[in-house]
């Protein structure tokens, strides 16, 4: 498949998502026009992804291509990402696993365009992986292509300019989380909450948040 034809699939894909969410097709296509168009955005990943070749020789996947001419030769996931929240408009975005930073750098430049919202990211360093010996990757089908350089930090293809409205939570074993669910997130059962957290809807909520904000704050003055 072509640039050409990865173009019209995209293109098809918005006019089915605008169909499901009952808006005019324009509205979704638009953005995605307005991707195409960004050539402030593609030229400083295309210069970010030249530092990371140059400087620390990464070269797997698109890392490989000397100039990337288009938007188009990511993933339709990243085009997804930015129309639906330059539909949606979050005030928020939660994400879960960052690698190098692709979908990332779209989220980004979404809220960017919306001039407002910020996304918190969560990671595992590829390094801290390695060092605990194990041989398993995060994906089964890209084999040795998450290896990076020690040195590098998840989310190293993101542009600077867009760093304004991100925060990286870096999962190593000096972190510290607050829980309130039991044991391993599951789709079916995420509403069951540990016994220290309060019910959705409960005067004891607000209580409950303070607390954390406090301990949070207390933290940050013994550092």
């Avoid at 339709?76 to 979908?103: A, C, D, M, Q, S």
Wanted: hydrophobic content about 40%.
């Amino acid at each position: 498949m072509d640039i050409a034809d990865t173009r019209q699939c995209n293109f098809f894909n918005l006019e089915m998502l605008a169909r499901y969410q009952g808006v005019p097709v324009e509205v979704l296509t638009g953005y995605y026009e307005e991707l195409l168009g960004d050539q402030e955005f593609l030229g400083a990943v295309n210069r970010r992804i030249t530092e990371i070749r140059v400087n620390w020789g990464f070269r797997k996947g698109i890392f490989a291509m000397p100039t990337i001419p288009s938007v188009d030769w990511f993933a339709f996931e990243r085009v997804l990402i930015y129309v639906l929240i330059r539909h949606l408009k979050p005030n928020w975005v939660l994400e879960t696993g960052v690698y190098y930073g692709g979908n990332s750098a779209f989220a980004l430049l979404a809220l960017a365009r919306n001039k407002g919202g910020k996304m918190i990211s969560i990671d595992y360093p590829d390094s801290e992986i390695r060092e605990k010996g194990t041989s398993e990757t995060r994906h089964s089908l890209v084999g040795d292509s998450e290896l990076y350089d020690p040195t590098l930090r998840p989310g190293f293809m993101v542009p600077p300019f867009l760093h304004e409205r991100w925060t990286y939570v870096m999962l190593t074993e000096s972190t510290i989380t607050y829980e309130t669910m039991m044991g391993v997130y599951n789709p079916k059962t995420w509403k069951r909450f540990a016994p220290w957290a309060p019910r959705e809807g409960t005067t004891e909520r607000e209580t409950y948040l303070m607390s954390l904000r406090d301990s949070v704050q207390q933290r940050l003055l013994e550092t």
